[in-house]
Structure formats: structure tokens, C-alpha cells
């Protein structure tokens, strides 16, 4: 059994490391989940980061099916030099059942790249919005359409109200008591 979660392990590993895209969120590229804690009803910056020469076609960004919060790319910026890109949000309800994603999720449609002279690499997409609707975690799962290879995932921790107003007291009771 310990041989099987290793070979495990290592597969996911170097599956990870061949990931042609990545999440980053509020500014941090690829930040480790247990470091992203936003309050519930808060907004926090997405962006897509390509670190290693990528495909032309079809990414997917959604939220991870029954998670509390939504994505928006009202204010979003796509950073793609010489190519012919375009974002949309999309609720085609057969692809986010397959992929077990919510409606509705953002559809990059990244075509024309310019290769292998100026390989897209770094910031790919900045500024989308994913506003948190309520306590617990949030999986956002990141996609390349045309295989439906999963490419990245990141975990966005939303402590309880009620947590937060116990650590609030804590913290005054430590202080009135020093």
C-alpha cells in the first residue's frame, strides 16, 4: 500500500510539473493553498500564468462544482502578444458537468501563436475576479480544453464568521490580560 501512495505521489508530482498553466492569486504566482485565507463576500485578484511554452486553443478557469463563489472578467486583461485571443464567460452546462466545474466558467480561446520565435511565457491573463460567497474552501480548477487535462488547482480557505469572531476575542482577552 505504501509503494502504491508513493508511485501515487510521484505521478502527481511530475504530472504538476508539466502543467503548461498555473493559477495565481492576489498577485502570487502559484501561492501554496494553505497560505490563501479570504474572508467570505471579499474579492480577490485571479490571474493565469504560462511558465513554460504553451498550446494554442481552449483553457478553462470554473470553480469546482458546489463551491461558494463565482468568477468575473469585468475588469480581466489578457497579456498575449501576437496572437488573436479572446475570454468569455461561458455556461455551456455539458462541458462544466464533465469536467465537474460550476456555470459559468471562463473560456480562454488562446489561437495564433506566435512560435517558436516569441513563445508565450509568464503572465498569460491578469485581473479576473472570483468573489467568495460564503465560509468554507474553494477549489479553482484550471483546464486545457482540448484534452481535458486538469493544469492546475488552487484552494482558497474562507474561515467561518464565527471563527473569526472567536480569534477577535481571543486575541482581546491575551491582550487585556498582559
Not at 5 to 17: D, K, P, Q, R, S
Not at 95 to 104: F, H, Q, R, S, Y
Not at 149 to 173: A, C, N
Amino acid at each position: 500500500m505504501k509503494k502504491l501512495l508513493a508511485v501515487m505521489l510521484v505521478l502527481t508530482m511530475a504530472g504538476m510539473a508539466s502543467a503548461s498553466m498555473v493559477i495565481g492569486v492576489g498577485g502570487v504566482y502559484d501561492p501554496p493553498d494553505t497560505q490563501i485565507v479570504v474572508p467570505p463576500s471579499t474579492d480577490v485578484v485571479i490571474s493565469i500564468y504560462a511558465p513554460e511554452e504553451m498550446d494554442q486553443g481552449l483553457y478553462i478557469l470554473g470553480v469546482a462544482a458546489g463551491n461558494p463563489g463565482d468568477l468575473s472578467i469585468g475588469s480581466a486583461t489578457i497579456v498575449y502578444p501576437g496572437s488573436n485571443p479572446s475570454m468569455d464567460m461561458t455556461d455551456d452546462e455539458d462541458i462544466a458537468d464533465m469536467l465537474g466545474i460550476d456555470n459559468p466558467w471562463l473560456g480562454m480561446s488562446l489561437t495564433d501563436i506566435v512560435a517558436p520565435v516569441d513563445p508565450v511565457v509568464g503572465l498569460l491573463v491578469n485581473g479576473i475576479t472570483f468573489h467568495c460567497d460564503g465560509p468554507g474552501d474553494v477549489e479553482l480548477v484550471l483546464y486545457n480544453g482540448n484534452t481535458g487535462d486538469l493544469l492546475d488547482t488552487q484552494v482558497i480557505h474562507q474561515p467561518e464568521p464565527m471563527t473569526m469572531v472567536l480569534l477577535g476575542l481571543g486575541g482581546l482577552f491575551l491582550r487585556r490580560r498582559k
